[in-house]
């Protein structure tokens, strides 16, 4: 479980988050990182939040946003939200480390979703891109649908074409970090 003033490193993307507030200090409506990225650092591919608002600052060094067909180059100071259901990607558009500080409102499970994101990076269950590996993506596309989708195709066609990819994932005992909330062990 996330907590402010951690720091995770995602050594495929180039990803580097320290929490500053978390879900659990805001009553689930924030989370706020700061973000750092390599100069070749870039989040793994356009996606979507169906649900969240994400606030990009700029402190340090050039950032390029992708927002729908919009191209955006932020420098320290500049501000880029990103309205949900808005599809986009980022990198860093500069020769040093860009520092970025990100809300996310609300945080629903992001913290969790970046911290899987990490583990499976460490794990060797990414592509070198830093996308999930096929059966581990699809347990994550599965446990995170409220967080993230793919702008492309359809949320219900994704899940009913990576289900027997779930179901095979979990039989071979990667399911370990995922637990559908619809398939969690009632409490007691």
Known sequence: MAYAGQTIENPVSGEKIT???TAADTDGELLEIELELDPDGAVPGAHIHPEQEERFEV???TMAFRMGLKKIVAGPGEVVTVPAGKIHAFKNAGDETAKVR???RPALQMEELFET???LA???RTTSKGMPKP?????FVR???REVKAPFPPAPVVRALLAPLAWMATRKGHGERYVAPELAPAAA
């Open 19 to 21: 929490f500053i507030q």
């Open 59 to 61: 402190i340090e060094g």
């Open 102 to 104: 990100v809300q996310v």
């Open 117 to 119: 994101t990490v583990a």
């Open 122 to 124: 460490e794990g060797g």
């Open 135 to 139: 059966l581990d993506l699809a347990l």
């Open 143 to 145: 446990q995170y649908q």
